[in-house]
């Protein structure tokens, strides 16, 4: 039978972050943050550091400067990665994920499978949400039915209409019957639309503006929200966790640029804030931060859509990798105190292997733009749309002289993440640059990016062999058949070509003097912002 695995201490230690010793910056009008202890920084539930001074205490409040804005907080709309600091405030997930890729009960209680078509799902009893409807087993099929729907632009749609149909034998069990067989399902209610459910009272009277005002059974209530701008979250004081939240109320306000959500660190005006290269962190370290280093396995990428030209020929993507100086672009903008991307996986990963991936050589970059430009009549062209990013607009314009250097005109255009996402699914743009990488639960992330038009596939084509490989993972049952995979994935990505890797990312969290107690975070390559604010606790 397959089934969820319980909830266990992460028992792999990490070393401590390793202090980088850069110029000093100024300590702006605030109080300098006393620095923490090495007994106070620990190895969280995720491998990740977490800050722990004291025991919690409840109250007070805390000020999150975020990455990226987000415009509705709607878990059945497109939110993608943006929305999950946001929306975790107000929604809890069905399950959570361990360091070692393993399910963890949160608001379900169990998921199991004698043939791994039809599971069984067993909530947990007495769970509301804020509004007093019950968190029940018709809640949760009126929320897949939605996001499963046509017309849907959730990211999880394709994984909701793998399920053929859902019965609800009582008001905590929902019975799963899938279209085929797929040992992953359980992984669908991990993290984003499927594993966030709304009130369906709130759904049905809200409709379309559900996602300004939502509702949900997480640790906090919203109190207010700008679409694409702040938000400020008070206590949920029925919340289903005992003992938690410890805070009141916490405001997330949206801070793009790094420089600037370092000087309002600085300058006591946030709390926290997440920093993604190792420059930063040092300059955050230095100016007298705490700095929480979290485990990730994602990079920076173009995703070019394989289904237009010119990005439908492989010499093309093969070209533009083989253009790239990856160290040199890693030495500019991550003063090459990180390791350069070098395929499909990223360095770090557990599972990364060598692969045939194109690698630098201008030669042969150049002489396969010209064969395709001899043949097509036009050398390639396009616009790639990028996040507001300090680190990824620097890597990029180093990226443009590379490419034209071998033949490849590209120009560029920031936008914000909800519109990236909607161009790349809808076939609009003809590239998008994104934070992208595979979580330890392999499998089912390979499925997500690179099965052909899937959920978060921003290059909406495929390659005959992966999609085979990994149409047949979806039962797979031993940990010998998924080691073999992953290998398979890596060597057929490989061949494939799908992205242009271009630079590793990170994720540190910098922490001011207020802050006793916080989490560290899941790896999650969708959740660079994201934790899990119900276990925070700042002086009060």
Not at 10 to 28: K, M, N, P, R, V
Not at 428 to 440: D, F, L, R
Request: charged letters at 20%; a negative charge.
């Amino acid at each position: 039978m397959s089934s969820i695995s319980v909830r266990r201490p992460a028992i792999a230690a990490i070393a401590a972050f390793a202090a980088i010793t850069l110029a000093a910056c100024s300590s702006g009008s605030g109080t300098t943050p006393e620095k923490s202890t090495d007994d106070s920084i620990v190895t969280g539930f995720y491998n990740g550091q977490e800050l722990k001074i004291g025991e919690p205490t409840t109250g007070g409040e805390l000020r999150v400067g975020a990455t990226m804005p987000l415009a509705a907080m709607d878990p059945a709309g497109s939110t993608g990665g943006a929305g999950l600091l946001l929306m975790s405030q107000v929604f809890d997930l069905l399950f959570t994920v361990d360091a070692k890729g393993l399910i963890v009960p949160d608001l379900a209680e169990s998921i199991s499978s004698d043939d791994n078509i039809t599971w069984t799902l067993k909530l947990r009893d007495g769970v509301n949400f804020s509004d007093g409807t019950p968190l029940d087993s018709a809640a949760v099929v009126a929320h897949i039915t939605n996001v499963a729907r046509e017309g849907s632009t959730s990211l999880q749609a394709a994984d909701a209409r793998t399920i053929d149909s859902m019965a609800t034998p009582d008001a905590s069990t929902v019975v799963f019957t899938l279209t085929s067989a797929n040992s992953q399902f359980p992984l669908s209610f991990t993290d984003g639309s499927l594993s966030m459910i709304p009130s369906p009272t709130a759904v049905a009277a809200a409709g379309e503006n559900f996602g300004l005002a939502p509702v949900g059974a997480g640790p906090f209530l919203v109190e207010s929200f700008t679409p694409n701008g702040d938000a400020r979250f008070v206590r949920n004081p029925d919340y289903w966790v005992e003992g938690l939240p410890h805070l009141d109320a916490m405001t997330i306000s949206v801070v793009p640029e790094q420089s600037s959500r370092l000087a309002a660190l600085q300058s006591g005006d946030l709390d926290i804030s997440t920093f993604q290269t190792p420059v930063d962190a040092a300059k955050a370290e230095s100016a007298g931060l705490t700095v929480l280093e979290q485990q990730w396995y994602s990079n920076w990428r173009l995703v070019p859509n394989t289904t237009m030209a010119p990005f439908d020929d492989i010499r093309v993507r093969q070209a533009m990798n083989m253009a790239l100086d990856l160290d040199a672009i890693n030495k500019v903008v991550n003063n090459g105190l990180s390791d350069a991307p070098n395929g499909f996986f990223t360095p770090n990963h557990p599972f990364a292997e060598e692969t045939e991936w194109p690698t630098k050589d201008v030669a042969a970059a150049k002489k396969l733009i010209a064969e395709y430009t001899d043949e097509t009549g036009s050398a390639p062209k396009f616009e790639v749309l990028t996040p507001q990013n300090d680190a990824v607009t620097q890597a990029v314009a180093l990226m443009q002289q590379m490419f034209k250097d071998v033949g490849i005109e590209m120009t560029s255009s920031v936008v914000t993440p909800s519109t990236l996402v909607v161009a790349a699914l809808t076939g609009e743009s003809k590239a998008v640059v994104v934070e992208g990488g595979i979580a330890p639960e392999t499998l089912r992330r390979a499925g997500q990016t690179l099965v052909t038009n899937a959920g978060v596939n921003f290059g909406r084509g495929g390659y005959t062999e992966m999609d085979a490989l990994l149409a047949a993972s979806r039962d797979t049952k031993s940990e010998d058949e998924r080691a073999t995979t992953i290998s398979e994935i890596q060597q057929l990505a490989a061949e494939w070509v799908p992205i242009v890797p271009f630079l590793s990312s990170g994720v540190y969290r910098a922490v001011g003097a207020d802050v006793l107690g916080f989490p560290d975070g899941s790896s999650n390559p969708a959740s660079v912002d994201h934790f899990e604010a119900k276990y925070v606790w700042v002086k009060k």
